[in-house]
Structures are given as structure tokens and as C-alpha cells.
């Protein structure tokens, strides 16, 4: 069975879960980096098709700010967080603890908490994946790229040598205080990962 013949429905059901442990623990990962507190609100998880992605994101030639993982282990996926460049100045701001609009570009350090995002929130993920199926891996070192959407998926396509047609799609909103991030986060496991989860979910609706 290939990855988009397990990309379903009853795999939805099964990710609700474990993408809600994941996200609570990513939450947490960031009030520690931020030093206050951070709560989440409850993450809704989604089938999309890839090439709907662009849309989603303003068009292929919007700018956008890419940060991309892999992971390494039992597990080999792919994570993908793409924002929309000002979004991606707003998260900035947000990490940093600055009134929004102080960011106005990304430097170095502006990069660094970015791809401390995708770090954490990977790591996360992972963990929560490996606590319902004992599956364990570590995610690689992130890459933040800032360029057009369309040119971002390319460069994610060239590296991993394709993608399937369908991606799981994450979203929820992180707030902090009185301020509001809206996270959208694209995943595409292998069926190593995903058929003992499926397994996992069908001896629990047996019950």
C-alpha cells in the first residue's frame, strides 16, 4: 500500500490525537523559549491536496518564508511550515517579545528563531508519534528559505525527489497574552509510520 492509498479518512481519525499531544508539547517548548506563558487552541488536521498549497498561501508568486525538516530514524518524513513573508515577520516579533511591525526583514537572528519554530515543533510531533507507536526519530537540522511560494515547493520537491499528491495538513492557533498566531503545518509521513498507527487506532475503536 503506497502513501496516498493510506492518506484517508480513518487516518484522520487516528492523527486527531496524537497531532493534539504534539502541538500541547509544542506549546510548551515555546512558553519556555518565549518566557510566558503560550497556550493552544485545539488543532484541526486535514487532507490537501499539494497543489492546492499555493492557493492556500496567496498564489505560487507570493512571497513566503519556507522552513523545511526531515527526519532521521525509523521514521523518514517531511515537515513544511510556509508563511506568507509578513506572517513570518509577525511570528518574528511575536518570538522576540516586540510590538508587531518591528520586524521589517530577515537577518540572521531573525532566521534562527524561525527555524527554532520548526525545531520545536517537529521535535514534538515526533515524540508524540513515538509514544503511540514506539516509531522514534529525530528531526534534522531546519532550513529557512524565503522566497516565492511556487519556487519554495520546488526546492522541497528537488530535495526529496517528490512528494505524494496528498499532504496532512495542521492547523491551530498558538496565543500568547493578548496577540494571536494562526500556524499551518504540512506533513508527509511514509506508511512505515503511518500503517501501525491506523493498526494502533483500530484495536482501540474495537474495544
Known sequence: MNLDELLNDNLLVAMQSIVTKGVEQ???GFSGMLGQSLTVDSPKVKLVDVTEIPSMLGGPENEAVGIYLASEGTM????????????ALELVDLLMEQPTGTTDKLGSIERSALAEVGN??????????????GISSRPTPPAVMVDMVGAILDIIVATTGGIAEKVLLLQTTFNCGDRALNAEFWVVPDPITLKPILEKASQENGK
Open 120 to 133: 520545536i515543533t517537529s521535535t514534538m510531533f515526533l515524540n508524540a508519534i513515538a509514544s503511540q507507536t
Open 76 to 87: 523518514c518524513s517531511q515537515f513544511m511550515l510556509i508563511l506568507p513573508y509578513q506572517k
Open 26 to 28: 509544542a506549546a510548551e
